[in-house]
C-alpha cells in the first residue's frame, strides 16, 4: 500500500504543477482504499509498532493514515496511539508531529509543529494564521529533535523547484 501511495503521489509531482490537479480523483480513490484495508489489519492486529513489528512496516502505516484525510476520526485515533508509544519512549516523534499538525489543522486551523504546509506553483509556505510564532514553532520542532523550521521551508522549495523546472 505505501508503495502505490508513493509510486501514485511520485507520478504526481512529475507532472507540471497546473496539471497535478488532474489526479486528485485517482489519489482520493487510493487513500479510500488503503485506509480500509488498514483499519482492518489494525482492527485484527492493533497498530503496527516498530516495537512489534520494524520501522518499515509502522512507517508504511502511518503514510497510510497521514493521506486519510476523508477519515479524520481515524487519524486522531492513530494519532492518540502514537502519543502514547512517545510518552513510553517509543514510536516515531516526527509522524507524531506530522500526523499531529494535520489533525489539527483539520480541526482548528492550527498547527504546533509547522509540518503542513501550502504548496503553490511559486514554492511551498506556512500560513501564518496556522502558527503562533516561528520562535515557538522552532522550539517545539526541537523538542522531537526536528530541523528549524526555516530549512524545512528550504528543502520543500527546493523540491518545488526541482519539480518545477521539469
Not at 477519515?71 to 506530522?98: C, H, M, W
Request: charged content about 25%.
Amino acid at each position: 500500500m505505501a508503495q502505490e501511495d508513493y509510486d501514485l503521489r511520485s507520478r504526481r509531482g512529475a507532472l507540471p504543477f497546473a496539471q497535478q490537479r488532474a489526479l486528485d480523483n485517482e489519489v482520493t480513490q487510493f487513500d479510500k482504499k488503503h485506509t480500509t484495508r488498514l483499519k482492518r489489519i489494525i482492527a485484527e492486529c492493533g497498530w503496527p509498532s516498530s516495537a512489534r513489528y520494524d520501522e518499515i512496516t509502522e512507517t508504511a502505516a502511518w503514510l497510510i493514515v497521514q493521506h486519510a484525510d476523508h477519515d479524520i476520526a481515524f487519524q486522531a485515533e492513530v494519532l492518540a496511539t502514537l502519543k502514547q508509544s512517545i510518552i513510553a519512549g517509543q514510536g516515531n516523534p516526527r509522524q507524531f508531529a506530522y500526523l499531529s499538525d494535520r489533525v489539527s489543522v483539520t480541526q482548528t486551523g492550527k498547527q504546533t509543529y509547522g509540518t503542513q504546509l501550502m504548496v503553490t506553483e511559486k514554492g511551498s509556505f506556512l500560513p501564518e494564521e496556522e502558527i503562533g510564532s516561528i520562535d515557538e514553532v522552532n522550539a517545539k520542532r526541537r523538542e522531537l529533535g526536528m530541523e528549524p523550521l526555516e530549512d524545512y521551508l528550504k528543502r520543500a522549495n527546493a523540491t518545488v523547484a526541482n519539480a518545477a523546472a521539469r
